[in-house]
């Protein structure tokens, strides 16, 4: 029997570096980044805040990393913060949001949309003053894009007016922006249109951008000064990063490369959607696909050497760099040949 060769729609993470990035790794001027400041890593910092329009940055070893360092530096031990219902930061991050961070989690109802709870949701849930044993909610997390919900965008002037709901009750703003480069692809708008008004964002690099490791946490000058002390009790600080600062600086200019996977995504939800297959309209690069019997099916298409993974109840393809679209069309074909 033949053997298929793998299609891993895992997610964006699994791609492999190319010769173009390995070069640019293997030539990255280094230092000590905890004692020094690492060359490169500096440039990728500053080249990050400038393309989200906030004063500095901090690389990280991941995003999980990231949002914790912000949640960290924004939470008393005790705080509420809100975040919609699905998102990273409340069912992906092992808790360490309520675990670390010390901040209870309160996960507000996607009225608006995939994705997104309504400004009205937000200033509800904030609530008022009361008695000094009142919780106190101090923080709105967002998600843009949204990944339980396939990679939903949200739109400028929905971000708007949620940060408007979260400074009127007093609240501050983080965004998981771990692919904030689709979100502004998709849109044709610069990501710092995205980042408007936020305290905090972290974006990836390693996710569509295809570099090995690390994401990148930003907002004020003082808090990335701050951030770097978390993330260093944390054990987040990287010696020689230089060398993974010149994968994320290769990544940064390939952000409108991301259109193609967009391009792919609607072409695998087409084809499934035509074989039968209950089929959300991707927004981005994630293709979320109803089934009878999630791990039946994903069991199937690993048999048919098509690998998914499961999401909020469903199947999950996620295109990147590392498949395209000759690599959908023989997805199709096996999964068609199935049926």
Same mark, same amino acid.
């Given at each position: 029997?033949?053997?298929?060769?793998?299609?891993?729609?895992?997610?964006?993470?699994?791609?492999?570096?190319?010769?173009?990035?390995?070069?640019?790794?293997?030539?990255?001027?280094?230092?000590?980044?905890?004692?020094?400041?690492?060359?490169?890593?500096?440039?990728?910092?500053?080249?990050?805040?400038?393309?989200?329009?906030?004063?500095?940055?901090?690389?990280?070893?991941?995003?999980?990393?990231?949002?914790?360092?912000?949640?960290?530096?924004?939470?008393?031990?005790?705080?509420?913060?809100?975040?919609?219902?699905?998102?990273?930061?409340?069912?992906?991050?092992?808790?360490?949001?309520?675990?670390?961070?010390?901040?209870?989690?309160?996960?507000?109802?996607?009225?608006?949309?995939?994705?997104?709870?309504?400004?009205?949701?937000?200033?509800?849930?904030?609530?008022?003053?009361?008695?000094?044993?009142?919780?106190?909610?101090?923080?709105?997390?967002?998600?843009?894009?949204?990944?339980?919900?396939?990679?939903?965008?949200?739109?400028? #002037? !929905?971000?708007?007016?949620?940060?408007?709901? +979260?400074?009127?009750?007093? $609240?501050? =703003?983080? &965004?998981? /922006?771990? @692919?904030?480069?689709?979100?502004?692809?998709?849109?044709?708008?610069?990501?710092?249109?995205?980042?408007?008004?936020?305290?905090?964002?972290?974006?990836?690099?390693?996710?569509?951008?295809?570099?090995?490791?690390?994401?990148?946490?930003?907002?004020?000058?003082?808090?990335?000064?701050?951030?770097?002390?978390?993330?260093?009790?944390?054990?987040?600080?990287?010696?020689?990063?230089?060398?993974?600062?010149?994968?994320?600086?290769?990544?940064?200019?390939?952000?409108?490369?991301?259109?193609?996977?967009?391009?792919?995504?609607?072409?695998?939800?087409?084809?499934?959607?035509?074989?039968?297959?209950?089929? #959300? !309209?991707?927004?981005?690069?994630?293709?979320? +696909?109803?089934?009878?019997? $999630?791990? =039946?099916? &994903?069991? /199937?298409? @690993?048999?048919?050497?098509?690998?998914?993974?499961?999401?909020?109840?469903?199947?999950?393809?996620?295109?990147?760099?590392?498949?395209?679209?000759?690599?959908?069309?023989?997805?199709?074909?096996?999964?068609?040949?199935?049926?």
């Amino acid at each position: 029997m033949t053997q298929l060769s793998p299609l891993d729609f895992r997610s964006d993470t699994v791609t492999q570096p190319d010769e173009a990035m390995r070069l640019a790794m293997s030539r990255a001027e280094v230092a000590d980044d905890v004692l020094d400041h690492d060359p490169t890593m500096r440039r990728l910092e500053d080249r990050v805040a400038e393309l989200l329009g906030v004063e500095a940055a901090l690389w990280v070893p991941s995003g999980s990393m990231g949002n914790l360092i912000a949640l960290t530096v924004h939470l008393r031990p005790g705080d509420r913060f809100l975040a919609p219902r699905g998102a990273h930061v409340l069912d992906n991050e092992l808790g360490t949001a309520a675990w670390i961070a010390g901040g209870m989690p309160h996960p507000l109802d996607c009225d608006a949309g995939p994705g997104r709870a309504t400004p009205d949701a937000v200033r509800a849930a904030a609530g008022t003053s009361g008695p000094y044993y009142t919780l106190r909610t101090t923080l709105l997390c967002l998600e843009n894009t949204h990944n339980a919900a396939g990679g939903a965008v949200t739109q400028p #002037d !929905e971000h708007a007016l949620l940060v408007s709901a +979260a400074r009127e009750t007093g $609240l501050r =703003v983080h &965004l998981d /922006g771990a @692919r904030l480069w689709n979100a502004a692809v998709a849109l044709g708008l610069p990501p710092a249109a995205l980042t408007v008004g936020v305290d905090t964002v972290q974006v990836c690099l390693s996710k569509g951008l295809g570099a090995p490791v690390g994401s990148v946490v930003a907002g004020s000058s003082s808090f990335v000064a701050e951030a770097r002390r978390v993330r260093k009790m944390l054990g987040g600080g990287v010696r020689q990063g230089g060398v993974l600062a010149a994968a994320g600086l290769v990544g940064l200019e390939r952000v409108d490369d991301l259109a193609q996977d967009h391009a792919n995504a609607r072409a695998l939800a087409r084809g499934l959607a035509e074989l039968g297959w209950l089929v #959300d !309209e991707p927004e981005t690069n994630i293709v979320l +696909a109803g089934v009878p019997d $999630l791990e =039946v099916t &994903l069991t /199937g298409l @690993r048999h048919l050497g098509v690998f998914a993974g499961p999401m909020a109840g469903k199947v999950r393809f996620v295109l990147h760099r590392d498949v395209g679209a000759e690599d959908v069309a023989e997805a199709l074909r096996r999964i068609g040949s199935a049926s």
